[in-house]
């Protein structure tokens, strides 16, 4: 796969995060261009997920800058940040539990509509075109993910595989520009994860959409994304090409370790 | 076998939305309505209305105020009788003194003042979950009668706080027979009943129960938290503040702000726990499961005796029928812990295989 041409939708620069006494990230920058697959790896308690939650807003780092499409912000709260056009997914699935696969991925739209209270409350006329409107992109969505036959089932009781394919759908739902995903293969079997490359892959292609990931196993990494961050104890140890990273010294030490 | 869609094909994303997709459904609520509007008024005694129907009506619309806040939004409440009291007692101000003030629209503006106290005392909801915000609305169960008590001007100077609703009176028309009044209860918790469906299957609907089931994922999607909970609590409020007025001037005519107490506060949550969280349908059944089911054990129990001759003394019999009726709540918890509604959808879905389940 060739590093795409896009030019620099993101970047985070000299991020510093703790809380408390335990520093979580410490003056970690990199960037990322419009329309790549970034991936961020490490050992477990590197921040990870930590970094992700910066991007979205959810931590706001006591130091260092995040700028998306341009637009520089300190501080960010991840309304503003939705609605900006970030999207995420959570390492522990986040869904809607009592809630069906399809109110779970409408709610994702629920920034995209505009109707009243009053409006939703008379519910035929203007709200009940919007819901019909929305209701059509998200079977595209279903329809994409290949989801139609359990549209109508709560997600408590899906499996798990499906679970992480209906958190994807309720991310895609909002469109996203950029799309944070936290370790979308975790827990799931050969076939599974194949199948989640997939998605993945056609998401970025179909769509255009930037992704960034973390994910453990490094089979995919290598295979699906453009380039790669390293990061180890809050620190970043590495950034560049699955190549690159496949021959970095520091790395290999920290993370990949060699084969005896 | 007589409950079954097969050969009922939705064709278009409008007929799936609709509120009843089953024709089998829509059919049962029509005769329902039916019932409702033409068959009880014509064949009711005057005594079942005003002593069963109408404080049904109110008690639904109540517990259905509760279940948008605590079945939908996930905020635990124990100020409903709080807001009751707000709704009847500004019901019964902008009547007395705004001269010319139609009825209907001082239950709407107690309503709205009822929303504007909710969402005052639903502002800790920000930073409070669970038991905790519990205990938060216990302050508004505390503070509002005592207040309405405490400060004349609310009751007019009458002796211990006692509000006489007055006559209701819609477009010159007296409503004063139980039937009339049970027609108007009716209208405004069928109407009320249907806007609340409408807004639980709409964004803030499904804004709600996110908030309720995971709040993290809800904001990182976009929706305001802090928002989100409040108008669960203003619209709650509302309904809550409507039944209250409803409850003073259709079905008890003079009520005291004590009257607006913890105890109503926990009938109605039981209400809502009995009848099914997060269930348009289940307010209804739980209300009807606490107010109708003492009197029904009551009647029973009374021709029970009869049948034997028990001779049972009168307070053997209602201590008889407290002791059925907890059994009773218990034996339904325990066999559905979500309640009659969520009973009644399994028994639907059994119903469309049944007879034969394969």
């Known amino acids: 796969m060739s590093p795409p041409a896009g030019h620099v939708m993101l970047s985070v620069d000299n991020i510093a995060l703790s809380f408390g006494g335990v520093r979580a990230l410490s003056d970690v920058s990199f960037d990322v261009r419009e329309g790549e697959i970034r991936a961020i790896i490490g050992p477990n308690g590197a921040g990870k997920s930590s970094m992700l939650n910066v991007i979205n807003g959810v931590y706001h780092p006591q130091q260092g800058d995040v700028s998306f499409r341009g637009e520089m912000r300190r501080r960010m709260d991840p309304h503003r ?47 009940r075109r919007e819901e019909i409107a929305h209701r059509e992109k998200v079977e595209e969505i279903i329809d994409f993910l290949q989801i139609e036959h359990i549209r109508k089932t709560p997600v408590g009781r899906l499996p798990y595989g499906l679970q992480k394919r209906v958190e994807l759908a309720r991310a895609l739902a909002a469109e996203p520009t950029l799309l944070l995903l936290d370790e979308p293969m975790a827990g799931m079997n050969v076939e599974e994860k194949q199948d989640m490359c997939r998605f993945i892959l056609d998401v970025n292609d179909e769509f255009g959409t930037t992704i960034v990931l973390i994910e453990h196993d490094m089979g995919v990494v290598m295979d699906i994304c453009d380039r790669i961050v390293v990061l180890d104890y809050g620190r970043k140890i590495g950034d560049g090409t699955p190549d690159e990273i496949r021959s970095n010294k520091v790395v290999i030490d920290a993370y990949l370790g060699v084969s005896h | 076998m007589f409950y079954r869609e097969a050969g009922q094909f939705k064709t278009t994303y409008a007929a799936d939305q609709a509120l009843f997709p089953i024709r089998q459904d829509r059919y049962a609520m029509l005769a329902i309505v039916a019932i409702a509007f033409v068959g009880i008024p014509l064949f009711s005694s005057n005594y079942w209305l005003t002593a069963l129907l109408i404080p049904f009506l109110v008690f639904s619309l109540a517990s259905l105020g509760l279940n948008i806040l605590t079945g939908y939004a996930g905020q635990l409440s124990l100020g409903t009788a709080a807001f009751m009291a707000v709704g009847a007692v500004a019901a019964y101000n902008f009547q007395l003194r705004i001269p010319g003030m139609p009825i209907l629209l001082s239950f709407v503006l107690g309503g709205g003042t009822a929303a504007l106290v909710g969402i005052l005392f639903g502002l800790p909801s920000l930073r409070i979950k669970g038991f905790y915000l519990a205990v938060a609305t216990l302050a508004a169960q505390f503070f509002i009668p005592w207040l309405v008590t405490k400060v004349g001007w609310f009751s007019n100077y009458s002796a211990s706080g006692v509000i006489t609703a007055q006559p209701i009176v819609i477009f010159g028309q007296a409503l004063d027979t139980p039937r009339e009044k049970y027609l108007l209860v009716l209208c405004i918790v069928a109407l009320m009943a249907l806007l609340a469906k409408n807004l639980v299957r709409s964004r803030i609907g499904r804004a709600w129960m996110a908030v309720r089931d995971m709040d993290v994922a809800a904001e990182v999607i976009g929706i305001r938290i802090l928002r989100t909970k409040l108008i669960a609590f203003a619209v709650s409020s509302f309904y809550c503040g409507v039944a209250g007025a409803l409850y003073a001037f259709a079905y008890l005519g003079s009520v005291e702000p004590d009257g607006f107490n913890l105890d109503l506060s ?12 997060g269930s348009i349908l289940g307010s209804f059944l739980g209300a009807a499961f606490i107010t109708l089911m003492p009197i029904l054990l009551d009647v029973l129990l009374t021709a029970g005796s009869h049948a034997f001759n028990l001779n049972l003394e009168p307070g053997v019999t209602s201590m008889m029928q407290l002791l059925v009726f907890g059994a009773l709540i218990i034996f339904f918890l325990i066999v559905e812990p979500h309640g009659l509604a969520r009973l009644w959808q399994i028994t639907k879905e059994k119903l469309r295989l049944w007879p034969f389940p394969y």
Do not use: H, P, S, W
């Open chain 1, 81 to 127: 940040a939705a609605a900006q056009g970030i999207a995420r997914t959570f390492q522990n699935i986040a869904l809607f539990k009592g809630m069906t696969v399809l109110d779970n991925i409408m709610t994702g739209r629920n920034l995209k509509m505009r109707c009243n209270l009053l409006e939703q409350a008379i519910y035929i006329g203007r709200n």
């Open chain 2, 266 to 277: 926990f009938r109605i949550l039981f209400m809502v726990i009995v009848g099914g969280v």
